[in-house]
């Protein structure tokens, strides 16, 4: 199954970005339309209005459903995007197995016929104490060796980031992973498009080759730690705002731009459309070389960086329209605004940045003379406008680490992070930029009990929440991405 198709069987599910929403979608647009066709002298005007009040309610749906379906959508992305086909052998097992074990791919479902028997259930897992679950966690590190690593993305919580081999961003973590000659299988502790990425380049035809032929396996603890940013992009959500702009401009001089924080299946669509992958700390050197080859740009799924980086670069924000996938025509906007655009910018955004507030900034400035602003570019323009510094999370992490003793910080970005600095910069005053909690929800579900029971049925020889990306996505994906990774 492709990465892009619907891994439910019912419609709406991969396709409009999750069930719940995509009927909220079809009720929205299709009781407008009827409400219209009413109103606009084919009936009477009273006709039509309890089709447009239906219409209003699936708009307030689609509202209130989001949030609510994200863990949705990413179990249904992690099965579109991951195969049910055995994996390679194990290099190493366990002394105490008396024969090779074939490992399984298991899903995340319960109740499918090829689950075996064999595999450790989650549930008492949850009973072990922090200290046990430790001790089993080193024990099955210890016994892989360099043949297993763990990875752990910025935003993970102190328990988890305690037991992981490689520590940085989601790119960073997966090359870093790709380049180790001695490893066989990869543990995400991210959420699933890091583990789709991580998939992608460990198994590049040039590493596979390197390794005589072995791929590298990769497993996400928990299927349903999810990105609610890249949730925000679906890709028949983008495939139709690609169509519908093609109405009114040339998409031959569109070049689509994907932050890595998306889909398997946006990279590969940037792939095929001459498009490209951007990180937070290249965005200014990819919109670059986007305009050297065309006149506008498609930036998706966070508005926020695109529009910060936009701004930076001189445009002005009357040439960034935002498109609304669920407006129904050309993303709420009039023709002439896509017609004089620059960037044309998707609406998503990331649910921790965008908690961020100007009042919250200048609290801080007034209860704290000479404190400094440090943020993320994910941050709304109204934040990282008036911010001291503003950029990627590798940036935040290396300003702290050479700023002097006693410089004072508020900074804007996942909690786990801040307080990580806190611990590691003692002799730095440093405060979370708000009063709200704002954590990364989705990779909080990675938590102890999920690593320790993914490496002890890894241990079995059962490969549990197996990420594999289709070849076709793939093959794009890298196409992609190898252009970003050319970028200067």
Not at 1 to 28: A, C, D, H, P, R
Not at 322 to 341: C, R, T
Not at 454 to 470: A, K, Q, T
Request: proline letters at 5%; one cysteine or more.
């Amino acid at each position: 199954m492709g990465s892009g198709e619907s891994g439910s069987g019912e419609w709406g599910v991969g396709e409009w970005g999750s069930g719940g929403v995509g009927l909220s979608y079809f009720v929205t647009a299709h009781c407008t339309h009827a409400g219209r066709f009413l109103q606009n002298g084919f009936g009477s005007e009273e006709a039509g209005l309890p089709f447009l009040k239906l219409a209003l309610a699936g708009r307030i749906a689609v509202r209130i459903l989001r949030p609510c379906l994200f863990s949705t959508v990413a179990l249904n992305q992690s099965m579109s995007n991951s195969t049910s086909e055995p994996a390679p052998s194990l290099p190493l097992l366990p002394k105490k197995t008396p024969r090779p074990v074939e490992p399984k791919t298991l899903s995340a479902v319960k109740g499918r016929p090829d689950e075996p028997e064999s595999m450790l259930p989650l549930a008492p897992y949850k009973t072990f104490s922090e200290q046990v679950l430790r001790d089993r966690i080193e024990a099955v590190r210890a016994e892989f060796g360099e043949k297993l690593l763990i990875l752990g993305h910025h935003y993970q919580q102190d328990d988890v980031i305690a037991h992981t081999d490689l520590r940085g961003d989601s790119y960073q973590l997966s090359e870093m992973a790709a380049s180790s000659q001695e490893c066989r299988t990869i543990v995400f502790c991210g959420v699933h498009f890091m583990a789709e990425t991580a998939d992608i380049l460990a198994n590049r035809p040039d590493r596979i080759e390197a390794r005589d032929g072995q791929r590298v396996d990769v497993s996400l603890p928990d299927m349903a730690a999810g990105c609610s940013m890249a949730d925000m992009a679906g890709i028949r959500q983008v495939e139709a705002a690609w169509e519908d702009m093609g109405e009114v401009i040339d998409t031959e001089q569109v070049i689509p731009v994907t932050y890595i924080n998306s889909a398997a299946s946006l990279k590969a669509f940037c792939g095929r459309h001459g498009g490209i992958v951007c990180t937070s700390s290249n965005a200014r050197a990819v919109l670059d070389w986007a305009f050297e080859r065309g006149q506008r740009v498609f930036f998706f799924p966070d508005q926020h960086l695109g529009r910060n980086t936009a701004l930076a670069m001189g445009m002005d924000v009357d040439v960034m329209p935002v498109w609304n996938p669920f407006a129904l025509e050309l993303g709420g906007n009039s023709e002439e605004q896509i017609e004089n655009s620059r960037v044309i910018l998707w609406k998503g955004h990331c649910s921790v940045h965008q908690m961020f507030r100007a009042e919250h900034v200048a609290k801080f400035r007034a209860d704290h003379p000479g404190i400094q602003i440090l943020v993320h570019p994910e941050c709304p323009r109204e934040v990282n406008d008036i911010a001291d510094i503003s950029g990627s999370t590798g940036t935040i992490i290396n300003t702290v680490k050479a700023a002097p003793a006693g410089t004072k910080w508020a900074i804007g970005t996942e909690l786990h992070l801040v307080d990580r600095l806190k611990k590691e910069h003692p002799e730095q005053e440093i405060h979370f930029l708000s009063p709200v909690m704002c954590m990364c929800a989705t990779m909080y579900r990675i938590d102890l009990p999920h690593l320790c029971w993914v490496l002890e049925n890894l241990r079995e020889g059962n490969l549990v929440n197996s990420i594999r990306v289709d070849e076709e996505t793939t093959k794009w994906s890298l196409i992609a991405l190898e252009r970003m990774l050319a970028v200067k």
